[in-house]
């Protein structure tokens, strides 16, 4: 199965934290999965280790190492991409998930999110 990882996910793995349901922890640990991860997920993450709101500055540092050798997929944004998401609905107000919703309804891939506004969107959320 491939499917789009939510920001917070990327985290709460990194950080081997107890957040994660069962279900995401299985489908983050099963190798036949593809796991996409999105550059708007790399950028929020930079932005918010910048702005003290995660200590995230260690993930910063070594991501592209960890997309690479964690198995992760690693997913550009497009100009199409960038299109759909400003043309949402603002069901969800975080621009960072608007552009995964866009990105996964192009794809046809599930979204894997603990965030129950994406529900709002045409996307299958896992959780």
Same mark, same amino acid.
């Given at each position: 199965?491939?499917?789009?990882?939510?920001?917070?996910?990327?985290?709460?793995?990194?950080?081997?934290?107890?957040? &994660?349901?069962? %279900?995401?922890?299985?489908?983050?640990?099963?190798?036949?999965?593809?796991?996409?991860?999105?550059?708007?997920?790399?950028?929020?993450?930079?932005?918010?280790?910048?702005?003290?709101?995660?200590? +995230?500055?260690?993930?910063?540092?070594? !991501? /592209?190492? %960890? =997309?690479? $050798?964690? +198995?992760?997929?690693?997913?550009?944004?497009?100009?199409? $991409?960038? =299109?759909?998401? /400003?043309?949402?609905?603002? $069901?969800? /107000?975080?621009?960072?998930?608007?552009? !995964?919703?866009? %990105?996964? %309804?192009? &794809?046809?891939?599930?979204? !894997?999110?603990?965030?129950?506004? &994406?529900? $709002?969107?045409?996307?299958?959320?896992?959780?």
């Amino acid at each position: 199965m491939r499917v789009l990882l939510d920001t917070h996910v990327l985290i709460w793995w990194f950080d081997a934290s107890s957040k &994660l349901s069962s %279900q995401a922890s299985a489908i983050l640990t099963n190798k036949r999965n593809t796991l996409l991860l999105s550059a708007a997920a790399a950028w929020e993450i930079a932005i918010k280790a910048s702005l003290g709101k995660i200590n +995230g500055l260690e993930i910063v540092a070594d !991501l /592209g190492d %960890q =997309v690479s $050798h964690g +198995g992760f997929t690693e997913l550009p944004v497009s100009i199409a $991409h960038a =299109v759909r998401a /400003g043309l949402l609905p603002r $069901h969800h /107000g975080d621009p960072f998930d608007r552009l !995964l919703v866009a %990105q996964a %309804q192009d &794809l046809s891939v599930p979204i !894997l999110s603990a965030d129950r506004l &994406l529900d $709002h969107y045409d996307v299958k959320r896992i959780w």
